[in-house]
């Protein structure tokens, strides 16, 4: 059923055009905050999470290295204690205790 009345009609057809607007407004405000923070996030150096799972995976593995040579550094210190050929260090090596005589 159509109104007989033009100033009602109008009013209606001012109405939706000004919903479209504001949605048109509203979709045009979300991209421009999308984009700024794209920027924003962009510049601040993050890594993606491909490149730090990688480097988790090599700081694992540099571990597990660094387990296995401390257990066979002790097993050579256990053999050679034993057999009483019990040698410094080698120059520029820090960190290594050697063992009273």
Request: glycine share 8%.
């Amino acid at each position: 059923m159509q109104s007989q009345n033009r100033l009602f009609d109008d009013f209606v057809k001012m109405m939706n055009g000004a919903a479209g607007t504001f949605a048109g407004m509203t979709r045009e405000a979300q991209e421009g905050m999308r984009e700024r923070m794209r920027e924003f996030v962009g510049g601040m150096d993050f890594v993606s999470r491909d490149e730090f799972e990688a480097v988790k995976a090599m700081a694992a593995a540099a571990r597990d290295e660094v387990e296995a040579l401390r257990a066979r550094l002790d097993a050579l210190d256990t053999r050679a204690a034993s057999t009483g050929e019990v040698k410094p260090p080698p120059a520029g090596v820090t960190g290594v205790e050697t063992p009273e005589e």
